[in-house]
């Protein structure tokens, strides 16, 4: 039964997908040349651990690991594998913050993405994205932000500085960044995660603005 709900975010799947086939030719030219990146995801939460709880019930942790495992997906099945993509977690269990960065620092990542739901009292809406002390963490959250936005409709909050453990333990060996992918606590953005279709096209943007800074001129 389809939710009678209707967000009023604007999703612009098609123009999403309408570059994807010349960022893989891309890609493959590329990797002719050199090793794939190593791209570490963190999906927020997990276990005991829901996060923020949306108005209609929807839980942090789940949108967090529903949009990394859909990264995961389009990474082998549009990109052909064309990065090394990890999870922190690949279930509902809490992994600690400094096991996170840990497994980023053993894997000599390229780069970090925690990934999150935010919430307000107040009607707040739109993504952000935050960061440690960190020009490139900067460069690559502008990138991530500027993708998500300009092909969701999503409001753009910025790219802005916080002193969160994961990034704080991240940033001395690769760019980190936190992303609050949305606003449990805002009706329409609620609603918006419920759509597999919507998680999907969360994560092959997001997934867009990382190759966007790893690969420039794509």
Request: hydrophobic share 40%; glycine share 8%.
């Amino acid at each position: 039964m389809k939710n009678k709900r209707n967000p009023t975010l604007k999703m612009n799947w098609k123009k999403t997908l309408k570059n994807v086939s010349f960022v893989i030719l891309m890609l493959k030219i590329c990797l002719v040349f050199g090793q794939k990146k190593i791209i570490v995801i963190d999906p927020g939460h997990g276990g005991n651990d829901s996060g923020a709880i949306g108005i209609n019930g929807i839980l942090e942790k789940d949108i967090a690991i529903q949009v990394a495992k859909e990264i995961l997906n389009f990474n082998k099945t549009l990109f052909e594998d064309a990065y090394d993509v990890y999870l922190t977690r690949y279930k509902d269990t809490l992994i600690s913050l400094r096991d996170r960065s840990r497994l980023a620092k053993s894997l000599d990542a390229d780069v970090f993405i925690s990934l999150h739901g935010n919430a307000s009292r107040t009607q707040s809406k739109g993504m952000e994205v935050y960061i440690h002390a960190s020009k490139t963490s900067w460069v690559l959250g502008t990138s991530i932000l500027n993708e998500t936005t300009g092909k969701l409709g999503l409001k753009k909050r910025g790219v802005k500085f916080a002193n969160f453990q994961v990034l704080r333990e991240t940033v001395a060996f690769c760019p980190s960044v936190l992303v609050e992918l949305g606003f449990v606590s805002n009706k329409d953005e609620a609603y918006y995660f419920l759509s597999s279709r919507n998680i999907k096209a969360i994560a092959l943007a997001v997934f867009i603005g990382i190759i966007n800074y790893l690969k420039p001129g794509l």
